[in-house]
């Protein structure tokens, strides 16, 4: 089993930045990779970016690609997302997540707000 707890959100204004944390316990060596995913309000969640476990290789959607940045701690059980220049579409709450190397099992968070308006 895999806890992971986010923090880091909040309101900021556009062009503002913010950077979530992720803390993952429990069976951590057992995970593949790590995401971010936002949902904003009355749309369905969706993927941010990706960090695999093995080899920090990181993916990004193209409406965050060159604003955000995904990166993981030395002992790999802290997942982190620098997001700059913000915008008010940013908006929304964001969700880590993980999967399990061997079962493909994800685990969530319980999300963080992120509030972009000036």
């Known amino acids: 089993q895999v806890q992971l707890v986010e923090s880091g959100g909040g309101w900021v204004q556009p062009g503002g930045s913010l950077r979530l944390s992720c803390v993952a316990s429990g069976d951590t060596l057992s995970l593949t990779s790590m995401t971010w995913n936002r949902q904003a309000p009355g749309k369905e969640r969706e993927l941010v970016a990706i960090?695999?476990?093995?080899?920090?290789?990181?993916y990004y959607v193209d409406a965050v690609k060159g604003r955000f940045t995904i990166s993981r701690d030395d002992a790999g059980n802290t997942a982190y997302l620098q997001m700059n220049s913000l915008q008010p579409e940013d908006t929304a709450v964001y969700y880590c997540?993980?999967?399990?190397?061997?079962?493909?099992?994800?685990?969530w968070g319980q999300g963080t707000q992120v509030t972009v308006s000036s």
């Open positions: 960090i695999t476990t093995a080899t920090n290789t990181t």
């Open positions: 997540n993980a999967v399990h190397r061997l079962t493909g099992e994800e685990y």
